[in-house]
C-alpha cells in the first residue's frame, strides 16, 4: 500500500522561518516526500532524494515556475530559474555571460581590493553591523553596478530583491505585501531600463546586445533582467552575514582559517551548507513518480528543502557543527543539476575576498548582541549583527 506521511504546520509562519531546522528533521524523519497538509504541496527533505529530484529536471519541472503559490507561477516562467530545456539550455548561455569566471576575471582585482580596504576601515572602529556595514557593502557598491540599472533603481534593488524572494513563498501577508513592490519595480523596469538608459557595460546592456545578435527577442530583456536582479544581492549578502556569524560563534574555526588559509573555499562551502540562504524552490511533476512507497502524482508541487538536504544526518556526521574541514562536494546550497546557481563563481568570489581580507588583518571576531533573522519566505539570513574585529 502507498504511504502517504503528512506534516500539520505553516512552513512559512514567522516562528518556523526564523528556526525552520526542528521543522525539516521532523519532515526528514517522516519520509522520503512529506505532504504539506497547510500548503497542499510535498516536501522533500533528505539529502540523496533532493539531488535525484534536482537531477531529474525532466520529471520535477521548473517552467511552470518555481514559487509556492499560483499566482507568482502564473506570472514568472520565460526566465531563466523558471524554464525548462530547451529553453532554459538556450537562456543559460545568454544569462551566463558575464558571470563566467574569465569575464569576473575583469572585476577581481577591484573586489578584492575593495574588501582589503572595507575591513581596514571596520577595525578602527570600536564596533560595526556586520550586515549593514561589512556584509552588504560588496553587492551594494560593486554587484549592483554591474547589473547595470539607473541610480534610482539600482538604490531599490535591495527592497525589490526582498520583495521577488517573498513571492516565491505561499499566499501570506509577505506575499501581499510584496506584490506592490514587485508591480512597481516592473514597472520601472519597463520605463527606464531600456537600452539608452542602462549602463553601457552592464549585465542588462548584455541582454540587450543578444537581442542584436538574435540570440533573444526584445520582449525577453525584461524577463531575463529578473535573473539578474532577484539574486544577485540578497542571496550574497546573506551567505557573507552567515559566514561572520559562524566564526564569531566557532572561534577555533576562525583560528585555523588563519593557520590554515588554503580551506578558504571549503569554509564557504561549509557555511552555505549549514546555513542556506536560500531554504527551498519548488517544482512540478510531468509524470508520476514513486519514491519510498510514497507515489506522487502528475501535476503535484514539490517543495524542494536545500537547507533541510543539508543538514541531513543520513548524509552528514555531526550535521549542525561547523566544521571547516568537512568534505563537502556534493551540498546543494547552489542547487544541484542543470539549475544549478548560475552566479555562484560570483558569490563566491566576493565571500573569498572578504574573507581573505579578514584572515590577514583579523585576529578576533566578537559579536557584542544577538543578532535579529530577516522574515522572509524563501531567503534565510541576517538584518543585523553587532560584532567587534580586533587585529
Ligand atoms: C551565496 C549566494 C547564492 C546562493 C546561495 C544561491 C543559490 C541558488 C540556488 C539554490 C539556485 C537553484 C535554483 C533552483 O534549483 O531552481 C540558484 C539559481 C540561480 N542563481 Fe543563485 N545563489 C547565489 C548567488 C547568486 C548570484 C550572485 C547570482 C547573480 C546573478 C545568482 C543568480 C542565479 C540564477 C540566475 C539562477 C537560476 C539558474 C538556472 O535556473 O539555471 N545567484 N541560486
Known amino acids: 500500500m502507498n504511504r502517504r506521511p503528512t506534516y500539520d504546520v505553516d512552513l512559512y509562519s514567522n516562528e518556523v522561518v526564523v528556526n525552520p531546522y526542528p521543522h525539516y528533521r521532523a519532515i526528514r524523519d517522516l519520509g522520503e516526500a512529506v505532504w504539506l497538509e497547510q500548503h497542499s504541496m510535498w516536501a522533500i527533505g533528505r539529502h540523496l532524494d533532493a539531488r535525484n529530484a534536482l ?11 518555481v514559487a509556492a503559490n499560483n499566482l507568482s507561477n502564473g506570472n514568472s516562467p520565460g526566465n531563466l530559474l523558471a524554464s525548462d530545456p530547451p529553453l532554459h539550455t538556450h537562456l543559460r548561455k545568454v ?16 573586489i578584492e ?43 531599490n534593488m535591495l527592497e525589490y ?30 520605463e527606464q531600463a531600456t537600452r539608452d538608459k542602462v549602463l553601457p557595460e552592464g549585465w542588462i546592456a548584455g541582454l540587450y546586445d543578444a537581442v542584436d545578435l538574435g540570440l533573444i527577442k526584445q520582449e525577453q530583456v525584461q524577463t531575463l533582467m529578473r535573473d539578474y536582479l532577484g539574486p544577485s544581492l540578497d542571496t550574497t549578502i546573506f551567505a557573507i552575514g552567515h559566514l561572520l556569524h559562524l566564526f564569531g560563534q566557532y572561534p577555533d574555526q576562525w583560528k585555523l582559517l588563519r593557520q590554515e588559509p588554503n580551506r578558504v573555499g571549503n569554509a564557504i562551502n561549509e557555511a552555505i551548507r549549514l546555513e542556506s540562504p536560500i531554504r527551498g524552490f519548488t517544482r512540478v511533476l510531468s ?15 514539490v517543495l524542494i528543502l ?32 542543470i539549475h544549478q546557481c548560475v552566479g555562484m563563481q560570483l558569490a563566491r568570489l566576493e565571500m573569498r575576498s572578504v574573507l581573505t581580507a579578514m584572515i590577514a588583518r583579523v585576529s578576533k571576531i566578537k559579536i557584542l548582541g544577538a543578532p535579529v533573522y530577516a522574515k522572509n519566505n524563501v531567503l534565510r539570513g541576517l538584518e543585523t549583527l553587532p560584532i567587534k574585529f580586533s587585529r
Open 161 to 190: 530583491a526582498a520583495a521577488v524572494f517573498d513571492l516565491f513563498g505561499v499566499d501570506n501577508t509577505r506575499t501581499e505585501a510584496a506584490l506592490p513592490i514587485v508591480i512597481k519595480m516592473r514597472k520601472y523596469l519597463s
Open 55 to 65: 537531477s531529474a529536471h525532466n520529471i520535477f519541472i521548473s517552467g511552470k515556475g
Open 113 to 155: 581590493a575593495s574588501a582589503g580596504s572595507l575591513i581596514d576601515r571596520l577595525l578602527a572602529r570600536k564596533s560595526f553591523d556586520g550586515i549593514l556595514d561589512l556584509a552588504q557593502f560588496l553587492p551594494i557598491s560593486i554587484v549592483s553596478e554591474m547589473v547595470g540599472l539607473p541610480d534610482a533603481g539600482r538604490r
Open 287 to 301: 509524470q508520476d513518480y514513486t519514491i519510498g512507497g510514497i507515489k506522487l502524482f502528475t501535476g503535484d508541487r
Open 95 to 110: 544569462v551566463s555571460k558575464p558571470l563566467h569566471p574569465k569575464a569576473l576575471a575583469r572585476i577581481k582585482p577591484r
Open 306 to 337: 536545500y537547507a533541510s538536504a543539508n543538514r541531513d544526518e543520513r548524509r552528514w556526521d555531526e550535521p549542525e557543527k561547523f566544521d571547516i574541514c568537512r568534505v563537502l562536494t556534493d551540498h546543494v546550497g547552489f542547487g544541484y543539476g
